[in-house]
C-alpha cells in the first residue's frame, strides 16, 4: 500500500511539474516598412514583465520575444525617433515617454495603432485585437502560427491611412521634419468631445455608437477596433500558439500614392454609373448599413451629390478596395487569399 501510495504521489509530482513548466509563447516582430521601427510592449497591471519593453527593429529585420503565460498588455511600433544631444530618445508618433529606447512600463503616446492581448485567459483561450481606438500611425497585422482551438484568425489594419486621414485628424507635416503626414489620431484626441471618447454621459454601449470619423477608420480597416464599444467585430481568440506580429504587412499601399490615385479617379465614373443603375446617389441615411455592405457601397460612390460624411465613407471604402487591388497586381495568391481573409464582408 506504501507503496502504490508512494508511486501515485509521485505521478501527481511530476504532472504538476510539467504542467508548471509549460513554454511561454513567442511573439515575433517583423519589419516590412520601408523604414526603422521602434516597437514599444507594455505590460498590464498584475501580469508579468516582459524581457524587453523596447527595441530597434531596422527595415527587413524580426527579432522573437518570449511571452509569460497568463500576460496581458499591447505592443506597438513607433516611428521616426530619435535621441538628442544629452541622450534623449523621443519619436514623433507612438513615444512612450520614458526619454529611452525600452518603454520602461510607459504607454504609447496617442496616436498609435495598438496590438492588444490577454493570454491564457477564460477558458484557456487568447483574446487578442488590433485598436485603432487611439488613432492610427502604422499598418499592423496579427497572425497566430497555428490554427489550434479558437477562431485564430488574422486581424489588423493592412493599409497605410496617413494620407488620407481627415485634415481635422491628420498628424501635420511638420512634426515629421517634413516627411508628410505621419498619424492620424482619434476624433476623442482631436475633439476632447465625450461623444467621441465614449465618456461621461456617453460611457455605456447604448449612448456611444461609431461616428463618421470611427467609421473611416472601420471601412478601411474592418477587423480593427475602431471605437470603444467595437468589440463584436474586433476581438479575436486562439489557444497554444505563438503570434507573428507585422509591421507594414503587404500590400504596404498609401491611399494617396500616384497610381492608386490614377486607379481611383478612372474608377470613379464607373461607379457613378453604377450607382444611377442601382437608384442614384446615396444619401447619409442609406449609409449606415455600410460596415456589412462594403461592395454594396462601393457601388454607390460615385456621385458629386455625396455629403461631407459619406465622401469620409467612400475614403474608407476606397482604402478597402485598395487592399485587393495591390496583392493581384504585384503580391500573388497566398497574400490575396490573406487580405481576404481580413475583409470577410466582401
Known amino acids: 500500500m506504501d507503496h502504490l501510495l508512494l508511486s501515485y504521489t509521485l505521478f501527481i509530482l511530476i504532472s504538476l511539474s510539467s504542467f508548471s513548466g509549460v513554454e511561454p509563447i513567442t511573439f515575433k516582430f517583423i519589419n516590412k516598412c520601408r523604414h526603422t521601427i521602434w516597437p514599444g510592449l507594455l505590460s498590464g497591471a498584475g501580469t508579468a514583465q516582459l524581457p524587453t519593453t523596447g527595441f530597434y527593429l531596422s527595415s527587413g529585420k524580426s527579432r522573437a520575444v518570449k511571452i509569460p503565460i497568463s500576460w496581458s498588455g499591447r505592443v506597438w511600433g513607433r516611428t521616426l525617433c530619435t535621441q538628442d544631444s544629452t541622450g534623449k530618445f523621443s519619436c514623433v508618433t507612438g513615444d512612450c515617454g520614458s526619454g529611452k529606447v525600452e518603454c520602461l512600463g510607459s504607454g504609447a503616446q496617442p496616436p498609435a495603432t495598438l496590438a492588444e492581448f490577454t493570454l491564457n485567459g477564460a477558458d484557456g483561450l487568447d483574446f487578442y485585437d488590433v485598436s485603432l481606438v487611439d488613432g492610427y500611425n502604422l499598418p499592423m497585422l496579427v497572425i497566430p502560427k497555428k490554427v489550434t ?119 470613379q465614373p464607373e461607379i457613378a454609373g453604377t450607382a444611377k443603375r442601382w437608384g442614384g446617389a446615396p444619401t447619409c441615411e442609406q449609409d449606415d448599413d455600410v460596415p456589412t455592405k462594403p461592395w454594396f457601397f462601393i457601388s454607390r460612390c460615385g456621385s458629386t451629390s455625396i455629403s461631407c460624411r459619406c465622401s469620409l465613407y467612400c475614403n474608407g471604402t476606397f482604402a478597402l478596395l485598395a487592399t485587393f487591388i495591390a496583392p493581384v497586381t504585384n503580391f500573388g495568391l497566398v497574400t490575396f487569399r490573406q487580405i481576404v481573409a481580413l475583409n470577410p464582408s466582401s
Open 149 to 267: 482551438r479558437g477562431g485564430c484568425g488574422a486581424t489588423g489594419c493592412l493599409i497605410d491611412l496617413n494620407g488620407a486621414c481627415p485634415k481635422e485628424l491628420k498628424l501635420s507635416a511638420a512634426a515629421g521634419g517634413g516627411k508628410g503626414a505621419v498619424a492620424c489620431r482619434s476624433a476623442c484626441e482631436a475633439f476632447g468631445d465625450p461623444r467621441f471618447c465614449c465618456s461621461e454621459g456617453y460611457a455605456t454601449p447604448d449612448t456611444c455608437g461609431p461616428s463618421v470619423y470611427s467609421l473611416f477608420f472601420k471601412h478601411a480597416c474592418p477587423r480593427s477596433y475602431s471605437y470603444a464599444y467595437d468589440d463584436k467585430t474586433s476581438t479575436y481568440n486562439c489557444a497554444g500558439t505563438d503570434y507573428d506580429i507585422i509591421f507594414c504587412p503587404l500590400p504596404y499601399t498609401s491611399l494617396v500614392s500616384g497610381n492608386l490615385m490614377y486607379f481611383i479617379l478612372k474608377l
